[in-house]
C-alpha cells in the first residue's frame, strides 16, 4: 500500500507564507507526476500545480507568480511554497501522486488526507 503525508497547514494573515509538504510512503517503484489541489467549501476540487518527474510544472492562473511546486526524488515529496497568501486561497489542500507499484504495474493516482489552509483577511 502508500501513503500520503501532508503537513503544513495552518492559520495566516493574507500576504503571508505557507509552505506544505507532503511525502510518498510504502511499497513504491517509482513516483511520476505529483501536484497539489484544492478544495474550499461549496466549491469543486481545483488543480494548483503539478510537477512531472522531470521537474515539468504547471500552475493554475490563480497561483502563478506567487505559489512555486518542487519536488526531492530521493525522498518521494513534493512541496508548495505559497506566498503572498490571500482570503480566497483559504481550503482544504490535497496533496496527489502517481505511483508505480512494481516495475510490472502502471501508475495509480494516490491521495492525502488534505491540510486546512486559512487566510484571514
Known amino acids: 500500500q502508500v501513503q500520503l503525508v501532508e503537513s503544513g497547514g495552518g492559520l495566516v494573515q493574507a500576504g503571508g507564507s505557507l509552505r506544505l509538504s507532503c511525502a510518498a510512503s510504502?511499497?513504491?517503484?517509482?513516483?511520476?507526476?505529483m501536484g497539489w489541489y484544492r478544495q474550499a467549501p461549496g466549491k469543486q476540487r481545483e488543480l494548483v500545480a503539478t510537477?512531472?518527474?522531470?521537474?515539468?510544472?504547471n500552475y493554475a492562473d490563480s497561483v502563478k507568480g506567487r505559489f512555486t511546486i518542487s519536488r526531492d526524488n530521493a525522498k518521494n515529496t513534493v512541496y508548495l511554497q505559497m506566498n503572498n497568501l490571500k482570503p480566497e486561497d483559504t481550503a482544504v489542500y490535497y496533496c496527489n501522486a502517481a505511483v508505480s507499484r512494481t516495475i510490472l504495474l502502471g501508475p495509480y493516482d494516490y491521495w492525502g488526507q488534505g491540510t486546512q489552509v486559512t487566510v484571514s483577511s
Open positions: 510504502g511499497r513504491i517503484f517509482s513516483v511520476n507526476d
Open positions: 510537477i512531472t518527474s522531470r521537474n515539468s510544472t
